[in-house]
């Protein structure tokens, strides 16, 4: 593993960059910091909601127990990430849709970010939290220009519920086959701004690794995936990213 400054980017990764055919970015919620957006985890502190940590409220287990005050919690972190904007790390991942035959953007963020952005046809790992989905017929909903967002189903009067993935459930039907042969076909794996602990989405730069991917992470934090990577670009994204747009 070869760590480097924020100004550097190596020879072997610009090499590599230029000519890849085949480029897949998984990323987490360090993209969306500098846009405002909250990380879960970070400066020794986890996210917490009225005294609950984000795992207990973001959790299958609540949304049995309290579905009003999941969507509360849904709710309140709608109304947060309305106003905001991409930043350049979105800006400089949806151009490189362009620049690669094959590209595959992969994130575990449900902030819209990326789409807001200009990316495409994103694997959406842990859903989107600008839909909601009825826990009976699954019909899924935009609730993007909601002021105030149903809870029954137009369809069948089933409860609805935010449309992401919660701690204890199973991503979409697909999603991560999806990426996961994504991630063994890319010759590179770049991993943005994830802590790297919540699987199965942690497998994924592995799959790419074990696959001959050369792996390259950014993020200003080590993760315990820092020492599987090729490449370490310490710092944040939006500093970072854009420096690949400057190497043409
Ligand atoms: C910057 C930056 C800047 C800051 N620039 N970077 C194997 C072993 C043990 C447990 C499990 C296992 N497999 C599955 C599990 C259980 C569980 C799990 O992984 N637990 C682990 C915590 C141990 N997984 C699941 O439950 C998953 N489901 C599943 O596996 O189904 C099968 C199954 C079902 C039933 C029983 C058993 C198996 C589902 C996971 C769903 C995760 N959902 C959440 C919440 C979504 C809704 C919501 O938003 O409330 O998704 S949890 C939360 O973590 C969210 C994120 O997508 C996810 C990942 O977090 P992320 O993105 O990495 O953010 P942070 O905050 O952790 O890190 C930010 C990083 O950015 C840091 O590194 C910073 O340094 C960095 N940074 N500024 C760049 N400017
Ligand atoms: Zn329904």
């Not at 969507?71 to 400089?92: C, I, K, M, S, V």
């Not at 994103?122 to 002021?147: F, K, P, Q």
């Not at 991630?183 to 991993?191: D, G, K, L, M, Q």
Request: proline share 6%.
């Amino acid at each position: 593993m070869q760590a480097v400054s924020k100004q550097s980017i190596s020879e072997e990764l610009r090499r590599r960059f230029e000519s890849a055919g085949n480029v897949l970015v998984l990323t987490g919620a360090g993209v969306s910091a500098e846009s405002g957006v909250p990380t879960f985890r970070g400066g020794g502190n986890a996210t917490a909601w009225k005294g609950m940590p984000f795992d207990v409220i973001s959790s299958a287990r609540m949304l049995e127990r309290d579905l009003p005050a999941v969507w509360e919690w849904f709710d309140y972190r709608r109304n947060l990430l309305g106003p905001l904007e991409p930043n350049p790390a979105h800006r400089e991942i949806a151009r490189w849709q362009k620049q690669f035959q094959q590209f595959t953007l992969v994130t575990q963020n449900i902030d819209g970010l990326h789409q807001k952005a200009g990316s495409k046809d994103i694997i959406e790992l842990h859903g989107n939290i600008w839909r909601a989905r009825c826990v009976g017929c699954h019909t899924r909903c935009d609730i993007s220009n909601c002021d105030s967002v149903l809870r029954e189903c137009a369809g069948c009067g089933d409860p609805l519920r935010p449309d992401v993935v919660l701690f204890g459930e199973m991503l979409p039907p697909g999603a991560f086959e999806l990426a996961a042969e994504s991630a063994r076909r890319c010759e590179i794996c770049f991993v943005v701004g994830t802590s790297a602990i919540v699987y199965p989405a942690a497998s994924l730069p592995e799959i790419a690794k074990a696959a001959g991917a050369y792996l390259c992470e950014v993020n200003p934090e080590p993760t315990p995936l820092s020492d599987l990577c090729d490449e370490v670009l310490t710092g944040k994204a939006g500093e970072i990213l854009p420096m690949f747009g400057r190497l043409q």
